[in-house]
């Protein structure tokens, strides 16, 4: 069985600065992804970022970056230069590998409030 | 490209009462999947689909749910009969797989009120 934990119920950012949302997992698996997804108040779930387990490599999106720490089992996402539209609830959530296709696993979720 | 669509948007009811959802995914996209979403929760897996096969539905309540895609496209959600703490959005999300990653693609969702 898969298990993501997001320790952080909500967080804060003024608008223009970094914050960080922090995401652990388990897993028996060798092979597997991570996602953080993103679902406003209008409830429409919209990818944000993935990873793949077996790339060292942390993936970037314009501003958006994760830290994975894979023998920690941590997979944390940093927005840069936040701007009030990252207002929004964010989960992580860890899917099956390779050519598998599988259910989510998702976390509790994060609200992340942008102050202007 | 069209989004995964999803109807109705919401849906009140009386417990004991029945309610149907639709999803059309994403053209092309074999994979399908049905979330409920309790309020304050991530979404969790009720059923999916590969074509028109159950692929995994060992979470879903089969005494009062039930799941089709007869055609192996849009897919009906049932619930009958409702209960209290069905209340929930229900998601449809389908996959396709790219740079050999699949990535699921989620609709607004039906939101389910149960009264």
């Known amino acids: 069985a898969q298990t993501v934990t997001q320790s952080q119920p909500e967080m804060s950012v003024q608008e223009a600065e970094t914050v960080t949302l922090s995401c652990t997992y388990d897993?028996?698996?060798?092979?597997?992804?991570l996602f953080w997804y993103k679902q406003p108040p209008s409830r429409q779930m919209i990818l944000v970022i993935r990873?793949?387990?077996?790339?060292?490599q942390n993936a970037t999106e314009n501003r958006f970056s994760v830290n994975f720490q894979k023998a920690a089992k941590s997979f944390s996402l940093k927005i840069s230069d936040s701007q009030l539209g990252d207002a929004a609830m964010y989960f992580c959530?860890?899917?099956?590998?390779?050519?598998?296709?599988?259910?989510?696993?998702f976390g509790q979720g994060t609200i992340l409030t942008v102050h202007p | 490209e069209a989004g995964v669509a999803q109807s109705p948007r919401y849906k009140i009811i009386e417990k004991r009462q029945s309610v149907a959802f639709w999803c059309n995914p994403i053209s092309g996209h074999a994979t399908l999947y049905w979330y409920q979403q309790i309020l304050g929760q991530g979404p969790k897996l009720l059923i999916q689909f590969q074509n028109n096969g159950v692929v995994d539905d060992s979470q879903l309540p089969k005494d009062r749910f039930s799941a089709e895609r007869l055609k192996g496209v849009d897919s009906t959600l049932k619930i009958q009969p409702a209960k209290l703490e069905d209340s929930a959005v229900y998601l449809c999300?389908?996959?396709?797989?790219?740079?050999?990653?699949?990535?699921?693609?989620f609709g607004p969702g039906t939101r389910l009120l149960v009264l």
């Open positions: 999300a389908s996959s396709s797989r790219t740079s050999g990653m699949e990535t699921q693609y």
């Open positions: 990873q793949e387990a077996y790339k060292q």
């Open positions: 959530a860890i899917g099956p590998g390779g050519t598998s296709y599988g259910k989510l696993t």
């Open positions: 897993t028996s698996e060798s092979d597997y992804y």
